[in-house]
Nanobody, 121 residues
Framework: QVQLVESGGGLVQAGGSLRLSCAAS????????MGWYRQAPGKQRELVAT???????NYADSVKGRFTISRDNAKNTVYLQMNSLEPEDTAVYTC???????????????WGPGTQVTVSS
């Protein structure tokens, strides 16, 4: 029963900052890559940032220089530090992780329920 739960979303003024957290729980053997996605109303879901088990990172061009993805393996948690937020960043942010459960030899993809981020002008 592996689960992901996001937290840290909310309402913030343009230029402000938020830090999103995503904690994985359950019987976990290994967590490989983790990432953040977002979907704004009327738009397609897009990849925001990813981080591998070796801490290699990748960012969408729209957030480079403003967002930072990191992870705390001791807490099974991935973070997204969002600075210089813009109204265009308004979306539901969802966490994804590639996880091998303790009872499996295969990697499974898990998704959190999402957290709302709203940036006002």
């Amino acid at each position: 029963q592996v689960q992901l739960v996001e937290s840290g979303g909310g309402l913030v003024q343009a230029g402000g900052s938020l830090r999103l957290s995503c904690a994985a729980s359950g019987s976990i053997f290994r967590i490989n890559a983790m990432g953040w996605y977002r979907q704004a109303p009327g738009k397609q879901r897009e990849l925001v940032a990813t981080i591998t088990s070796g801490t290699n990172t990748n960012y969408a061009d729209s957030v480079k220089g403003r967002f930072t993805i990191s992870r705390d393996n001791a807490k099974n948690t991935v973070y997204l530090q969002m600075n210089s937020l813009e109204p265009e960043d308004t979306a539901v942010y969802t966490c994804n992780a590639a996880i091998m459960p303790s009872s499996s030899v295969y990697i499974h993809s898990y998704w959190g329920p999402g957290t709302q981020v709203t940036v006002s002008s």
